[in-house]
């Protein structure tokens, strides 16, 4: 099933979006890394789900956004892509940063959220258990922390490109500065931006997915979810890393699924 | 031309087997290699060598800032300079400079700066460096994408608390101050000199020549391989129809070492420079360039790949490359005379911060170096741009009258004060 990149406007900024599939409304938003269309999740919840997956300014050939500062400029913005793109209470997903921002969404409007699904977000801290800091990490150590399987990680991470051309490392420096220091508005040096203070105010019916290998996101950050969102139904994934949402697609689509 | 004599002040004791042990000599260097014993003595020494430079002829002794660092000892360079201010006369205090994004609020440079202006009577040069992302980032914990635009508004506060002269109400994006009104204010009017370090981005380019401020390009790497790098701010100076070309618009770091052979240079400073290139800059390149914290347009000029440490790092440079490639200026007065007046002229530039301490280099061979600068190369050098002799654009303007520290009445003549009608 093909994703199509499409164009919404925002007051900020133009937005583009994957969009596919049909079925109940679901909004998909990215981690740190960012989405393509071939993204093995988008493409299972398609099966199932009309699917709508907005880019972060910034993120692959999207216009960047200076105004966009701080955690609540980035909650705000997603809520207006969203009304952007004309949807009432659409299944509201995110991963990793994404998570985070999808949570400060749910945290923020209660009422205009009622299902809700969270992949090893970002968004609380544990001085025991620091998540890794990803802004400093060299990108062939990525793999190793992204992926339960690292050299299935590695191969999905590079493939399709020239990663020997020299023109290859100056558009990864650009493509890494565009996206990572947008990220780093909400990320750096701490992915903490009181969630924790916020998340009572969760009403929507929550799953909350998370996979057992996990080494940029502990897995003890589920356990805080949890503990801070009682109502909230956790999915522990065995054999899977940060990148869950590549390396068991269809367990992940499932427990979204359950949400109705 | 001005010649400023440097210090960046590195730790002196990094072990032989530092780069294997190590991943970083910045950011997350470990906390056991520093003694705060032994660095008693290292400050002052270093403190004293600022001193002496400050005696044989040199225009400027400078200072810098950085944090978490073995090879720059300085976090605050403001308390050094505050010291030197005392116990030096007639020389600049160059303070290159303040990271003005990482001081809350930012009034505190102005502030600071205003102190050091009138404690040294006008003697003040200021550098506001944006700092480097080891610094600003990762020390400092500041959102590298928003870095930039932080700096900028510090830097709009800074000068309008030292040019109003009424308490005004400063609403910022970063700093929300009701009331700003620094006392002390500068001796220099409207202020003094400011120069801006800079790593070859357009932006830093066009802020310096909108504001009269001198561009600093401070490398490491030597005056070969800036020449493009200054030659892109030169271009831009031109096109930007700036009202001259003065050298004095620019600076540039040049490490230098002085004896009286150039077999002699080799002898006494290759184990200091070899400290220092092969030792202090060992940085873990996760931390050179948080992804945010340069701008597109800068990465996309290219500008990054001509000043970038050579493949494999300084590790396998020796005396013979590091001085062949202009990375270090060493040699005979002669030799370093010949090698600077090519610095000078390639680059046009008229303000020299002199590297002159490098390294573990202790303080009898600094000082050696340092008099033969300052008798032999220097002078030589004073009239390289006749043109542009009366430029004082961006040079501090001392008070004709300097107060002398330590002039206290004795006590004798203090206890006569109950006496007297």
Not at chain 2, 360 to 365: C, F, H
Request: one cysteine or more.
């Amino acid at each position: 099933m093909a994703m199509q990149l499409k164009t919404v406007q925002t007051r900020h900024v133009p937005v583009q979006y994957y969009t596919g599939g049909a079925g109940q409304p679901l909004v998909f938003l990215h981690g740190a890394g960012g989405v393509t269309g071939e993204d093995p999740l988008l493409n299972k919840l398609a099966e199932t789900h009309q699917v709508y997956a907005p880019l972060l300014p910034g993120y692959g050939p999207s216009d960047e956004c200076p105004d966009l500062r701080d955690m609540l400029d980035f909650t705000l913005h997603s809520w207006d892509v969203v009304d952007a793109l004309g949807l009432k209470d659409p299944v509201l997903v995110g991963h990793s940063m994404g998570g985070m921002i999808a949570a400060e969404m749910a945290a923020t409007a209660p009422n205009d959220v009622s299902r809700l699904g969270l992949i090893c977000p970002a968004g609380l801290w544990l001085d025991d258990h620091p998540a890794t800091d990803i802004f400093s990490t060299l990108p062939f150590e990525m793999p190793n922390l992204l992926f339960h399987d690292v050299a299935a990680g590695r191969a999905m991470m590079t493939a399709g490109l020239a990663v020997d051309d020299p023109k290859f490392l100056q558009t990864y420096l650009v493509t890494n500065a565009r996206q990572l220091g947008m990220a780093g508005k909400i990320l750096f040096p701490i992915p903490e931006r009181g969630l924790s203070e916020r998340l009572y105010r969760i009403k929507a019916r929550t799953a909350l997915v998370w996979g057992d290998s996990d080494r940029i996101m502990p897995p003890v950050y589920a356990h805080e979810f949890k503990r801070r969102m009682p109502h909230c139904q956790l999915t522990s994934i065995p054999e899977a890393g940060h990148m869950v949402i590549w390396e068991k697609a269809a367990e992940v689509a499932a427990a979204i699924g359950r949400l109705g | 031309m001005k010649f400023t004599w440097f210090n960046l002040m590195p730790w002196p004791d990094l072990p032989d087997d530092f780069r294997e042990k190590n991943r970083s000599v910045w950011v997350d260097i470990d906390q056991k290699l520093f003694d705060p014993v032994r660095s008693h003595e290292v400050y002052n020494t270093y403190m004293d060598l600022l001193e002496y430079a400050g005696t044989v002829g040199f225009d400027g002794i400078g200072v810098n800032e950085h944090h978490q660092n073995g090879y720059g000892i300085m976090p605050s360079p403001n308390i050094i300079a505050a010291a030197l201010a005392r116990r030096t006369k007639d020389v600049a205090l160059v303070v290159l400079g303040n990271s003005i994004a990482l001081y809350n609020p930012p009034v505190r440079v102005a502030e600071e700066f205003a102190m050091l202006d009138c404690i040294s009577g006008g003697r003040l040069v200021a550098g506001f460096p944006v700092g480097t992302s080891m610094d600003t980032n990762y020390c400092y914990g500041q959102i590298p994408a928003l870095t930039r635009e932080k700096y900028q508004e510090a830097h709009d506060l800074i000068l309008r608390a030292w040019h109003e002269r009424e308490p005004f109400a400063f609403n910022g994006r970063y700093n929300k101050l009701r009331y700003v009104n620094i006392w002390p204010r500068p001796i220099q009017q409207p202020n003094p000199p400011i120069h801006i370090p800079g790593g070859g981005s357009v932006e830093t380019y066009d802020f310096c020549i909108d504001n009269t401020y001198s561009y600093s390009y401070l490398s490491f790497s030597g005056y070969i391989r800036a020449k493009a790098l200054m030659q892109g701010y030169w271009d831009r100076v031109a096109e930007r129809n700036a009202p001259d070309a003065s050298p004095y618009r620019a600076g540039f770091a040049q490490t230098i070492c002085v004896a009286e052979t150039d077999e002699e240079a080799e002898r006494l400073y290759s184990e200091h420079v070899s400290y220092f290139y092969n030792r202090c800059l060992h940085v873990y390149p996760g931390f050179a360039d948080a992804p945010g914290y340069r701008t597109i347009k800068t990465i996309q000029s290219g500008a990054l790949s001509q000043y970038a440490p050579p493949k494999g790092g300084y590790t396998q440079l020796s005396w013979k490359e590091l001085t062949e490639q202009g990375h270090v200026i060493a040699g005979s007065p002669d030799t370093v005379r010949q090698r600077m007046e090519e610095l000078i002229k390639g680059l046009n530039v008229g303000n020299i911060f002199c590297l002159m301490h490098v390294g573990n280099m202790p303080a009898d061979k600094c000082m050696y170096s340092t008099k033969l600068f300052a008798e032999k190369v220097m002078p030589k050098l004073r009239n390289m741009f006749p043109d542009y002799a009366d430029d004082d654009r961006f040079w501090c303007k001392p008070l004709a009258r300097q107060a002398v520290p330590g002039s206290l009445p004795s006590e004798r003549d203090a206890a006569l004060v109950a006496t007297q009608a």
